[in-house]
């Protein structure tokens, strides 16, 4: 079973609404990423993590923030949600040296109407 | 620019025939390669990765991959498909140098017929 967790799985909100879309894993991974995919689509990287209180922004611009205050935590926020922000988000984490690969978490998929 | 191509969107397979699904990627020196299966409405799971060693690797469900270095390929096989194997398939590569980004391919989606 996953050791990384997100919720919601499914948010459906309205247009201008704050949420945040959280993130927890409980393996001591220092790395830790947040993707967008449209279904079915490939992976854009939004955001990543070196460790606590480092976090940078990925390939892909997003209106998204996020914050890593603790190692296990990885929220992601927006701020004001817009109908294009309508995707799945995926967290995932990895070791110091990522030799191992990624652990997903299950996804959250965010409706904006 | 460091890249990973999977040259097809879909392959379809019927169920006990052999399954390929292709990767290439274009990363300096010598990266770590990994094969992730997503299912509808799920997260990636990771099914293998090739690190040194061995050019054929074995991992999740009876999938294994074979790296070729001159070819610079990373192609995911299993030798009889089933219909639950059905599902998103992405090539991930990891260059050894300048960072720990991982690189995704844009995913083949794995049809087995019954």
């Known amino acids: 079973e996953a050791d990384i967790y997100q919720t919601p799985r499914y948010l459906v909100i309205g247009t201008g609404k704050k949420i945040t879309l959280e993130c927890s894993q409980t393996m001591g991974h220092d790395k830790m990423y947040w993707y967008q995919q449209d279904p079915g689509m490939e992976l854009h990287l939004i955001h990543y993590?070196?460790?606590?209180?480092?976090?940078e922004k990925g390939d892909l611009s997003s209106e998204s923030t996020v914050s890593r205050i603790r190692t296990e935590h990885f929220p992601l926020t927006l701020e004001s949600a817009r109908p294009s922000h309508t995707s799945q988000y995926l967290c995932?984490?990895?070791?110091?040296?990522?030799?191992?690969?990624?652990?997903f978490g299950s996804g959250t998929r965010l409706t904006v109407v | 620019a460091q890249s990973v191509a999977q040259p097809e969107d879909q392959v379809n397979v019927a169920e006990g025939n052999p399954l390929t699904v292709k990767c290439t990627y274009s990363?300096?020196?010598?990266?770590?390669l990994f094969w992730y299966v997503q299912y509808p409405n799920r997260g990636l799971q990771f099914l293998l990765k090739?690190?040194?060693?061995?050019?054929l690797v074995k991992g999740s469900y009876g999938f294994e991959a074979e790296f070729n270095k001159s070819q610079t390929s990373f192609h995911l096989k299993k030798p009889s498909a089933l219909v639950s194997d059905s599902a998103l398939y992405f090539c991930?590569?990891?260059?050894?140098?300048?960072?720990?980004?991982?690189?995704f391919g844009a995913g083949t989606r794995l049809f087995v017929k019954a």
């Open positions: 991930a590569v990891r260059p050894n140098t300048g960072g720990f980004k991982t690189i």
């Open positions: 995932a984490s990895s070791e110091v040296n990522n030799n191992y690969g990624y652990t």
């Open positions: 090739y690190i040194t060693g061995d050019n």
């Open positions: 993590s070196y460790g606590v209180n480092s976090t």
């Open positions: 990363v300096s020196g010598n990266p770590y």
